[in-house]
T-cell receptor, first 117, second 109 residues
Framework: DAGVIQSPRHEVTEMGQEVTLRCKPISGHNSLFWYRQTMMRGLELLIY????????DSGMPEDRFSAKMPNASFSTLKIQPSEPRDSAVYFC???????????????FGDGTRLSIL | ELKVEQNPLFLSMQEGKNYTIYCNYSTTSDRLYWYRQDPGKSLESLFVLLSNGAVKQEGRLMASLDTKARLSTLHITAAVHDLSATYFCAVDNFNKFYFGSGTKLNVKP
């Protein structure tokens, strides 16, 4: 079975450019999560969707970050304009059931390694 | 904000030895997760612990949960080099999901 699919795997771009990260969750999963991983801050939950609806976006660092989930099989995380401090690995994960409600683990994609020059 | 603390952060051990990784969290939660991450790779789910006293075992790894003490342990028995990775615990609490800092385990042949 296909796991969580993220694209691109690597992205290198210049400061100020718009960056769009994409995620296809596991079919049938109704919760989707975006995380950022850095050496300094570890793994941080940015936003959590349940049934395509954003439930908690308090982890989104700034207004430059936005995320959408137009349907059950696709989500995007956009950074506009990008800054060097946004450089990190961004993971998408999906699960069956929502936070606090489910006994299922989250399944992670391979991540997007983002470098902002 | 819920805090999840792991210790140790780094662990170097010889093959064949036993050791325990600890995960403390600061507020009530009935769900605790353990994940493994190899360098440059994604996270892989190891265990989901859902109730006080829960114990799960897979191979040389055994995880337990004490919700009253807000403590989970990941015990490694007779370590082998293939267990070298970073291990994270995580807790969900009211629509938020918090990861510990991770324990980087290096098992030396």
């Amino acid at each position: 079975d296909a796991g969580v699919i993220q694209s691109p795997r690597h992205e290198v771009t210049e400061m100020g450019q718009e960056v769009t990260l994409r995620c296809k969750p596991i079919s049938g999963h109704n919760s989707l999560f975006w995380y950022r991983q850095t050496m300094m801050r570890g793994l941080e939950l940015l936003i959590y969707f349940n049934n395509n609806v954003p439930i908690d976006d308090s982890g989104m660092p700034e207004d430059r970050f936005s995320a959408k989930m137009p349907n059950a099989s696709f989500s995007t995380l956009k950074i506009q304009p990008s800054e060097p401090r946004d450089s990190a690995v961004y993971f998408c994960a999906s699960s069956l059931g929502g936070l606090g409600l489910s006994n299922q683990p989250q399944h992670f994609g391979d991540g997007t390694r983002l470098s902002i020059l | 904000e819920l805090k999840v603390e792991q210790n140790p952060l780094f662990l170097s051990m010889q093959e064949g030895k036993n050791y325990t990784i600890y995960c403390n969290y600061s507020t009530t939660s009935d769900r605790l997760y353990w994940y493994r991450q190899d360098p440059g790779k994604s996270l892989e789910s190891l265990f989901v612990l859902l109730s006080n006293g829960a114990v799960k075992q897979e191979g040389r790894l055994m995880a337990s949960l004490d919700t009253k003490a807000r403590l989970s342990t990941l015990h490694i028995t007779a370590a082998v080099h293939d267990l070298s990775a970073t291990y994270f615990c995580a807790v969900d609490n009211f629509n938020k999901f918090y990861f510990g800092s991770g324990t980087k385990l290096n098992v030396k042949p």
